[in-house]
């Protein structure tokens, strides 16, 4: 079983950076591929960001292309997304994911809530 906590959210203003961090625990998660996933209120669960078991991969919705960077460091079992240039829509409950490529069971963290103010 794994477990994934975010951590890092917060409010900021329009133009801002936060970092956000999701450590797992339970099992190493070398193997998994990770992804970023958020939810603004009223709307459906989005796609953010992923990025492959060792890191040479990452994928990018458009809206946050050149603005959002994931990676991971599996010496410590944690993927990070780095958001820069942050605007108001992308106020979101920011959420964990990871896909256990062997089984292929995902694993969801309890999202960690980011607010951008204009």
């Known amino acids: 079983q794994v477990q994934l906590v975010e951590s890092g959210g917060g409010l900021v203003q329009a133009g801002g950076s936060l970092r956000l961090s999701c450590r797992a625990s339970g099992r190493t998660i070398t193997t998994f591929a990770m992804g970023w996933f958020r939810q603004a209120p009223g709307k459906e669960r989005e796609f953010v960001a992923s990025?492959?078991?060792?890191?040479?991969?990452?994928d990018y919705a458009d809206s946050v292309q050149g603005r959002f960077t994931t990676s991971r460091d599996n010496a410590k079992n944690t993927v990070y997304l780095q958001m820069n240039s942050l605007k108001p829509e992308d106020t979101a409950v920011y959420y964990c994911n990871g896909l256990d490529v062997a089984s292929l069971r995902t694993y969801w963290g309890q999202g960690t809530q980011v607010t951008v103010s204009s």
């Open positions: 990025i492959n078991w060792n890191g040479g991969r990452t």
